[in-house]
């Protein structure tokens, strides 16, 4: 089956330390991948996403992600994070439903805390 | 502005009643979804609607209900035969409904509780 795995639940860096939030993905050809940011009690914001050609990817809010498909990987990463992180992040990729639509799978989530 | 509305924000409902929760887009997308969200399990979908007078089924479907009479709007229905509805609920929509114009943009949820 399909899946989206983020191994981390919880991550806890320092203001200004750089941030790597891992996603594997298991399908039989490579997906459309997406990293969304979701703050307490708001919806989903998009950071990212991956569709195809350049590996790195940048985002908005300094963000980037890698592809890397040996590894079935979509990391996201920040060189310095800002307190204004702090926020849970999903990783997502596409699965195919109904007559070709698409459809997202979602990770689990990884909540990021800033230690000040 | 562009974008998605959710109403209610709060959303409190007594047990065995049905409640109606409100999606909008005036982006003009074609696909809209609405996803169940609770802690730690991540986001599931509930029902997605490729075009108007169409929707599908998602993963977790039983207990709930929608319609799709305009491109705008998707509302959801949280029936009595929902078991455990209290969560998080957010709706979503995209361009198309497959190919490089796929990208789910996010409303704001609703946080429905059953009383």
């Known amino acids: 089956a399909q899946s989206v795995t983020q191994p981390d639940i919880h991550i806890t860096v320092s203001e200004g330390a750089s941030l790597e939030l891992r996603c594997n993905y298991s399908?039989?050809?490579?997906?459309?991948l997406f990293w969304y940011v979701q703050s307490p009690g708001q919806g989903l914001q998009l950071l990212l996403k991956?569709?195809?050609?350049?590996?790195l990817v940048q985002g908005i809010k300094g963000f980037e992600a890698e592809f890397k498909r040996s590894q079935s990987s979509f990391n996201l990463r920040k060189p310095s994070v800002h307190w204004s992180d702090a926020a849970e992040y999903f990783c997502?990729?596409?699965?195919?439903?109904?007559?070709?639509?698409?459809?997202?799978?979602f990770g689990q989530g990884t909540r990021l805390t800033i230690n000040p | 502005d562009g974008g998605i509305t959710q109403s209610p924000k709060y959303l409190f409902r007594k047990e065995g009643q049905n409640v109606t929760l409100s999606c909008e887009q005036n982006?003009?997308?074609?696909?809209m979804y609405w996803y169940r969200q609770d802690p730690g399990q991540g986001l599931r979908l509930i029902y997605y609607?490729?075009?108007?007078?169409?929707?599908q089924k998602g993963d977790i479907a039983e207990g709930y209900s929608v319609s799709r009479e305009k491109k705008e709007s998707f509302p959801l229905t949280v029936t009595s035969a929902q078991k455990n509805p209290t969560a998080f609920y957010l709706c979503?929509?995209?361009?198309?409904?497959?190919?490089?114009?796929?990208?789910?943009?996010f409303g704001p949820g609703t946080r429905l509780t059953v009383l």
């Open positions: 979503a929509s995209s361009l198309r409904p497959s190919g490089s114009s796929y990208t789910q943009y």
């Open positions: 399908y039989g050809a490579t997906p459309y």
């Open positions: 991956y569709f195809s050609g350049d590996t």
């Open positions: 997502a990729a596409t699965s195919y439903g109904f007559q070709g639509a698409q459809k997202l799978v």
């Open positions: 982006l003009n997308h074609d696909a």
């Open positions: 609607s490729q075009i108007v007078n169409d929707f």
